[in-house]
């Protein structure tokens, strides 16, 4: 039998406060966890939702006249205002800088309690800026707005990094809406501008190039949880491998690790066989997404099985975050299973 001893926390987690997830998760996966993140409570349950209050507000963005909304959430698109000009666009605080800050002292608490371990790492999570600005914005305008949304993340970046010091953070880029449009399949939820992998792979390279040498940094590769369900599965990993491979080769910063879904109807050797191809550095640990609460522990085993065919070494997750359409009893449940699946390390000595 396979045996994992790494565990990672993707994002949400779905319990009440940031205090109540490092207690919580803490005890329950102890040495498994090399990073802890807060759990994303409160409005940052919804994802990027979080951040349409940020745009609405915006004296330079408007409802699009046209009435379009999007899809999944109902929530008006945006577009630029009357009599904006070109270039004029900016966007100020986002709000994840000033939730990053107040949650580590929540970590800190939990570490000098001892319900946290002491080498791990307080875990921010971001959405791609694309993410955020594909989702809610028309497509006439992204050209103008996403660079100016892009530069206001990376100031909260900038300022994250100014705040938590070096050796306890770990920053992590959600990548979904990008990975949607870079799989290929049919949709109509995004729009198609300026989105060739070549230039999703620019973006990438962008918003990693500012971020400390000594900030560990990490990938989760998403295919959506909105309702708890995917926007679409991925037929196979190969859009996935083919991503990550991607993002090791552009980005300058060295990859602590990269997380990939693996969807219920497609966990079979047909799904995994493509992840012979991963192109990682050494020191990059892969975090597969095998953990469903729908069949339990028994249920991980049998993928850890068959990863393990065409992967020789790999964390566990689950494929998305646990907040969104999860009630706390549910929560309790998939960590029992990341615990009962994984074995804790040897102690070091």
Known sequence: MTQCHHVHLVGSVGLDTAEDVFSRV????????????????????????????????????????????????????????????????????????REARASYQDFLAARERGDIQPRARFQVCLPTPMSVIYAFCTARDITEIEPAYEAAMLREVETICRHIPHRDLCLQWDVCHDMIVWDGQPQDQFPLINASKAEIAARFARICASIPSDVELGFHLCYGDFGGKHFFDPV??????????????????????????????????????????????????????????????????????????????????????????????????????????????????
């Open 26 to 97: 803490g005890r329950a996966l102890g040495r498994r966890l090399d990073r802890v993140p807060d759990g994303e409570p409160g409005p940052r349950r919804l994802w990027v939702s979080f951040q349409y209050p940020f745009l609405r507000a915006s004296p330079f963005l408007r409802p699009d006249p046209s009435g379009a909304t999007r899809k999944t959430s109902g929530l008006p698109l945006l577009c630029l205002g009357e009599e904006v000009k070109r270039g004029e666009v900016r966007f100020g605080e986002l709000g994840y800088a």
């Open 236 to 349: 196979t990993a190969r859009h996935l491998v083919e991503i990550a491979n991607c993002i090791a080769a552009t980005v300058g910063h060295e990859i602590a690790y990269i997380h990939v879904p693996v969807p219920l109807p497609r966990a079979n050797d047909e799904y995994f066989a493509p992840m012979r191809d991963f192109k990682l550095a050494p020191g990059t640990r892969l975090y597969l997404g095998l953990i469903h609460a729908a069949d339990g522990a028994d249920g991980a085993r049998r993928r850890i099985e068959l990863a393990s065919k065409y992967v020789p070494e790999f964390g566990i997750a689950t494929e998305c975050g646990f907040a969104r359409a999860r009630k706390p009893d549910l929560v309790e449940r998939i960590l029992g299973i990341h615990a009962e699946v994984a074995a804790e390390p040897p102690q070091a000595t």
